[in-house]
C-alpha cells in the first residue's frame, strides 16, 4: 500500500488486472477464429453437402451390398455394424479437411496478419480447433438422422454419449489437420498429403470390419493407428443400445485387444484425449514459426 496524493493505492492490483485483461483477450481471439470458421463452413453450401455424399454411399451401397453376402444375425447385419464407422468417417474427414483453411489464409496472406497480431499462437491454435470440431461434431450429429432407416435404435442417452465420443473425435483429428497445414504452403499439398493420411485412417480403423480375426500384419498396424481408438468406443455405445442376441455380439465384436488385452473402453478413450494433446502441442509449435 502507498500514499500518492493523499489516496492510497494498492502496488500489486496492476498486475492482476494485467492478467486478467490477458486471458479476457485470449478468450476473445478464441472466439472469434471460432466464429469465423462457422461462418465461413455456413457459407459454403456445396462443402456441405459433399461431406454427406461419401458417407452416405457407404451406408447404403456398401452397407446394403456387403448384407447381402455377409447376411444377418439375429436381425442384426452388416448395416447396423457400419453404421458408427460411417459416423465416425463423417467427423474423421469434416474435421482434418476444416484445417485447409490454414493453408488458404497463408496464400492469401490472412495468416500472417492473425500472426503478428498481439495474441498468442496457442489462441489461434485453440479457435482453429474448436471451429473445426464444431463443425464436424454438428456434421457426425446430422448423420444419425439415418439410423431408423437402417433400424438402429437411438436413445436420448445414446445420442449425448455419441455427441460426446464424436467431439472428443473431432478435437484430436482437427489438432493432426491443423499441425498438418502449419508446415505445409500450397492448397494442392495439402490436399495431396490428407489423400493419403486419410484414407488409411479410416480403412484401418475398423469402421468398416471387425477387428477381430484380422493376420496379425495387419493387427498390428489396426493398433498403431489412432483412429482405431476412436472409433471403437462410438461402436460400443451404438451397439449397447441395441437388443443385440449373444450370437449377434459374437459376430460383430466390439474392443480392442492390446498386446494380448482387452482395452477398457475409458482407456481408448485416454488414448483419443493424448493424441488431442500431443497434436495440440505440436500445432501450436508449428504456428510458432516465423511466417
Do not use: C
Amino acid at each position: 500500500m502507498t500514499v500518492i496524493d493523499g489516496s492510497a493505492q494498492d502496488v500489486g492490483a496492476a498486475p492482476l488486472v494485467d492478467e486478467r485483461a490477458g486471458f479476457a483477450s485470449e478468450l476473445r481471439t478464441v472466439g472469434m477464429v471460432w466464429e469465423r470458421e462457422l461462418i465461413r463452413f455456413v457459407r459454403t453450401r456445396t462443402r456441405i453437402l459433399s461431406s454427406f455424399i461419401q458417407p452416405i454411399l457407404f451406408l447404403f451401397v456398401l452397407g446394403y451390398g456387403m448384407s447381402t453376402l455377409v447376411g444377418a444375425t439375429g436381425g442384426f447385419d452388416f448395416k447396423k455394424f457400419v453404421f458408427p464407422g460411417i459416423v465416425a468417417m463423417t467427423v474423421v474427414t469434416t474435421a482434418i479437411f476444416s484445417a485447409i483453411s490454414i493453408v488458404w489464409d497463408r496464400e492469401f496472406g490472412f495468416l500472417r496478419e492473425m500472426l503478428v497480431a498481439p495474441v498468442s499462437r496457442g489462441a489461434l491454435v485453440a479457435g482453429k480447433t474448436l471451429g473445426g470440431a464444431t463443425v464436424a461434431t454438428v456434421q457426425g450429429t446430422i448423420m444419425l438422422a439415418l439410423a431408423p432407416l437402417i433400424e438402429v435404435h437411438l436413445t436420448v442417452l445414446l445420442v449425448v454419449e455419441v455427441v460426446g465420443l464424436e467431439l472428443l473425435m473431432a478435437v484430436a483429428l482437427t489438432t493432426f489437420g491443423v499441425f498438418v497445414a502449419s508446415r505445409i504452403q500450397r492448397i494442392e499439398g495439402f490436399q495431396v498429403v490428407m489423400q493419403l493420411v486419410l484414407f488409411p485412417m479410416l480403412f484401418l480403423s475398423g469402421a468398416l470390419f471387425p477387428l477381430k480375426g484380422l493376420p496379425a500384419w495387419l493387427a498390428v498396424i489396426t493398433r498403431v493407428n489412432p483412429l482405431t481408438y476412436a472409433v471403437d468406443p462410438l461402436r460400443h455405445v451404438v451397439f449397447a443400445a441395441q437388443h443385440m442376441p449373444p450370437a449377434a455380439a459374437a459376430r460383430f465384436p466390439t474392443g480392442v485387444d492390446l498386446f494380448g488385452t482387452a482395452l477398457p473402453l475409458w482407456g481408448e478413450i485416454g488414448i483419443v484425449a493424448g493424441f488431442a494433446v500431443v497434436f495440440l502441442g505440436l500445432a501450436i509449435a508449428g504456428f510458432g514459426r516465423t511466417e
